[in-house]
């Protein structure tokens, strides 16, 4: 990847799309700090944010489902792995894992395996996972993946309210179901091109090469884009 | 009198060697099975035969050359899996091989005959000394320590760890460390059940367990307790049968685990068929 150069601020929910290959997860991984830029850097306004307050949903569920851990575990996850390698679970820890079990609507299934869990229920766990440290951004890599379709709009309206609390960035192929709330872009391909508003063209489109899966509900507003030729 | 000397150690070092075997296979063991690395445990079980092989030929403790063995493979297949560099099941394979035959090479170098050659392959309860009970035993407090101190770290590097390397820079180190503790445990048991037969003693336990809790605090507690079970159980039938203690306490495990594998399919069985009933009395009541 090469000429990436864009800001995240307090409150922005950018979609970041482009076509496999593109970079896309790479750019995840570079702010997360897992891979090191081999030009140029990656700056945190440091009364905002460090490390410790990025939120990541991977592409997919690495952790194995069948490994003896139950949904309140894997929560809590999010906030002990944060905190050293000494850890104890304090009633405060606990207490906000059943605020996010309660908000993302897992209530009853605190001890269940994640084996007995659907798809989407997996989904909203690790978004548990991910948004209990209070994160001031949070990084989703492709979302729509494993979320079933009942759960799919009630994931991205729960977007939209976490969109209150926290700066989103989200890779994404699902451009027409995320453009109501996405408020900017950015088109990776090899190259970053920002664009800060959410009107998208066409044309813009076009000219990055970036083949969009347009998936569009009837209920949710939605832009259709002319065919890629 | 010297028989009733011999039977009050055979009994001593019989129970010592229980419990000690029991704890420090049942946290190994819970580790290596839910992080599914029972063919990596094989392959450094195996591997640290070649140790015991060169101990004997260069004339220091075969347990120390099969700790080194089984640390260093250990740790080594550990190495190229984080760099993706092999095959891993490739390489647990030949790693198996190549260490046993290294042990059976200089073990036939070694002048004169090996006594206790079956006893490393099929472990014996009578070649066991008080260095080995005490070093189990210590092992037994450094691993209740580290899985105590560590309890959920362990557990979340070992769920899932990419996502602990988002946030944490120790999970090679963490690894590492397990990796190096699993390959003593394993090497201090052989001298109870022997290279062969020493996996099922890691391995048998926590599948027990885990027919019933799904918790990996109480899967640790339970595998130790039905590992202590089995081996008190092989222990004193091996005695009074006059068979080899190590076949005689995995096959006892192994008896056990069949008999709850049935009994936890009948309990099963048994709620499923109470629900189906339960609804069957829902229609017939509407």
């Known amino acids: 990847m090469q000429d990436v150069n864009f800001v995240v601020n307090e409150s922005d929910f950018i979609g970041v799309i482009g076509p496999n290959g593109g970079g896309k997860t790479t750019l995840l991984k570079l702010i997360l700090g897992l891979m090191k830029p081999s030009a140029g850097r990656i700056t945190f306004n440091s009364d905002l944010i460090n490390k410790n307050s990025i939120g990541y949903l991977p592409q997919n569920a690495t952790g194995d489902i069948n490994y003896p851990v139950n949904v309140t575990d894997v929560i809590l996850s999010g906030l002990m792995i944060r905190k050293g390698v000494i850890t104890r679970m304090s009633s405060a820890d606990r207490k906000k894992t059943s605020e996010i079990i309660d908000e993302l609507g897992l209530s009853g299934m605190e001890k269940a395996s994640l084996n007995e869990l659907s798809g989407g229920q997996l989904q909203r766990v690790f978004l548990g996972r991910a948004i209990i440290g209070n994160p001031k951004l949070l990084l989703l890599d492709e979302p729509g993946n494993f979320v079933d379709a009942s759960f799919e709009s009630n994931f991205y309206g729960k977007l939209k309210d976490l969109n209150k609390r926290m700066a989103i960035l989200m890779v994404s192929h699902d451009l027409g179901m995320i453009s109501s709330h996405v408020r900017s872009y950015a088109c990776v391909n090899r190259k970053l091109h920002y664009h800060p508003s959410s009107e998208i063209s066409n044309e813009q489109l076009l000219a990055y090469g970036c083949p969009i899966q347009l998936i569009t509900h009837g209920t949710v507003p939605h832009t259709v884009l002319k065919q890629h030729s | 009198m010297e028989g009733s000397i011999f039977q009050y150690d055979f009994i001593v070092k019989g129970l010592l060697g229980a419990v000690f075997a029991s704890i420090t296979a049942g946290l190994a063991g819970t580790y290596i099975v839910s992080r599914k690395m029972v063919f990596l445990s094989g392959g450094i079980t195996h591997a640290s035969f070649g140790g015991i092989g060169i101990g004997y030929f260069a004339g220091f403790n075969p347990v120390v050359g099969a700790a080194i063995f089984g640390i260093l493979s250990a740790l080594g297949v550990e190495y190229l899996s984080v760099k993706h560099k092999i095959r891993e099941d490739s390489a647990i394979g030949i790693l198996w091989a190549f260490g046993m035959a290294i042990g059976i090479i200089f073990i036939y170098l070694t002048p004169g005959y090996s006594p206790n050659l079956m006893s490393y392959l099929f472990g014996s309860i009578l070649t066991v000394t008080s260095a080995d009970i005490i070093a189990l035993g210590i092992m037994s407090v450094v691993l209740i320590a580290y899985f105590g101190i560590f309890y959920r770290t362990i557990l979340y590097i070992s769920f899932d760890e990419s996502f602990a390397r988002t946030y944490s820079s120790y999970v090679n180190i963490f690894k590492y460390i397990t990796t190096a503790l699993i390959a003593l445990t394993i090497v201090l048991n ?97």
Do not use: C, D, H
């Open chain 2, 190 to 286: 052989i001298r109870m059940a022997g290279v062969i037969l020493v996996l099922s003693l890691l391995t048998i336990p926590p599948n027990i367990a885990m027919l019933f809790t799904k918790v990996y605090s109480s899967i640790i507690i339970w595998s130790v307790v039905a590992g202590f079970v089995g081996t008190a159980a092989g222990y004193t039938i091996s005695y009074f049968a006059g068979i080899p203690v190590g076949a005689t306490i995995i096959f006892t495990l192994a008896v056990i685990w069949i008999l709850m594998k049935i009994i936890s399919r009948l309990i099963t069985g048994l709620a499923k068929g109470q629900e189906k009933s339960g609804i069957n009395n829902e229609e017939q009541t509407k």
